[in-house]
């Protein structure tokens, strides 16, 4: 059974960096992709990275894109999303999902596995 555990969500000001963590268990391969998506209240979900675990293939949407960077650790199997330069808009919560495919998708319903959430406020 797929596992995906977050991390490291908290409060920071305008300006600072945080780094989140998608512990992963139970994969039987490593044709997955991981992402990271958020959600602001009252507001839909939407994706802000994405890696290959096949190939290290990486997406951004261009609201993240220069400041947000998602790694693979396949030794530690954990993802991490380091975000620097963090605004406000920023203030989600954020989740990591897992998709039994190779290649990334900007579309939430094509994700298989969802963690929990980790809490990101970004105070002005």
């Known amino acids: 059974e797929v596992q995906l555990v977050e991390s490291g969500g908290d409060l920071v000001r305008a300006g600072g960096s945080l780094r989140l963590s998608c512990a992963t268990s139970?994969?039987?391969?490593?044709?997955?992709?991981i992402a990271w998506f958020r959600q602001a209240p009252g507001k839909e979900r939407e994706g802000v990275s994405c890696?290959?675990?096949?190939?290290?293939?990486?997406y951004y949407p261009d609201s993240v894109k220069g400041r947000f960077t998602i790694s693979n650790y396949n030794a530690e199997n954990t993802v991490y999303l380091q975000m620097n330069s963090l605004k406000p808009d920023d203030t989600a919560v954020y989740y990591c999902?897992?998709?039994?495919?190779?290649?990334?998708?900007?579309?939430?319903?094509?994700?298989?596995?969802w963690g929990q959430g980790t809490q990101v406020t970004v105070s002005s």
């Open positions: 999902a897992a998709r039994a495919d190779y290649y990334c998708s900007e579309y939430e319903y094509s994700y298989d596995y």
């Open positions: 139970g994969f039987t391969s490593d044709d997955y992709a």
């Open positions: 890696i290959s675990r096949t190939d290290g293939t990486t």
